[in-house]
């Protein structure tokens, strides 16, 4: 399996810009979620959607943020308008099962934004 | 609610040596444990997980855990330190349906 996949693996963007992280789950896996990772926050859990629909999104810092799963192999992350302290390592991950505390989960490796 | 807490931002030790994590929960119901390592630029992946079927937990890469419920611990230990164990440890907490990550511990290995 190729893994979770996520693009663009780094993205640099200028503050105001609409910005799209795409996220593509383990084929077969039942639930997604976004996190942000920073030195100053360390990994922060955004959304996270069971059997393509949202859960909890209590971790979405604003209204600037939006997420979507249209379908169970594809979810976006939507930041509009970024700004700079939106700068941070956006990680996608997926569990097999919907709503399995014990199941692992499977990270991509990450979008690096940068917001000038 | 479920938290973490991870003893020690940065960890240093001499390749050879043990290794030792530590990790400490809150949990308002039985908890599932998680340590996950992060290598530079790359996502988090699974070392081992505590489920209730033991309280010692074998993991990848020669790590294990042992999960003291009257301590509410579960620190990360391997005998001896190699040279590519050097990344991030990050500690977890799962209990209802959402997972929660400690601060993580930086591990440097000496030469």
């Known amino acids: 399996d190729a893994g979770v996949i996520q693009s663009p693996r780094h993205e640099v963007t200028e503050m105001g810009q609409e910005v799209t992280l795409r996220c593509k789950p383990i084929?077969?896996?039942?639930?997604l979620f976004w996190y942000r990772q920073t030195m100053m926050r360390g990994l922060e859990l955004l959304i996270y959607?069971?059997?393509?629909?949202?859960?909890?999104d209590s971790g979405m810092p604003e209204d600037r943020f939006s997420a979507k799963m249209p379908n169970a192999s594809f979810s976006t992350l939507k930041i509009q308008p970024s700004e700079p302290r939106d700068s941070a390592v956006y990680f996608c991950?997926?569990?097999?099962?919907?709503?399995?505390?014990?199941?692992?989960?499977?990270f991509g490796p990450g979008t690096r934004l940068t917001v000038l | 609610a479920q938290s973490v807490t991870q003893l020690g931002s940065h960890v240093s030790v001499s390749e050879g040596a043990l290794v030792l994590l530590r990790c400490n929960y809150s949990?308002?119901?039985?908890?599932?444990l998680f340590w996950y390592v992060q290598y530079p630029n790359q996502g988090l992946q699974l070392l081992l997980k505590?489920?209730?079927?033991?309280?010692l937990v074998k993991g990848i890469n020669g790590f294990e855990a042992e999960f003291k419920k009257s301590e509410t611990s579960f620190h990360l230990t391997k005998p001896s330190a190699h040279m590519s164990d050097a990344a991030e440890y990050f500690c977890?907490?799962?209990?209802?349906?959402?997972?929660?990550f400690g601060a993580g511990t930086r591990l440097t290995v000496k030469p």
């Open positions: 991950a997926s569990t097999e099962r919907a709503g399995g505390p014990e199941d692992t989960q499977y």
């Open positions: 084929s077969g896996h039942n639930s």
């Open positions: 959607f069971n059997n393509n629909v949202p859960i909890d």
């Open positions: 949990s308002s119901v039985p908890p599932y």
């Open positions: 505590y489920t209730s079927a033991a309280t």
């Open positions: 977890a907490v799962s209990g209802n349906n959402d997972m929660r």
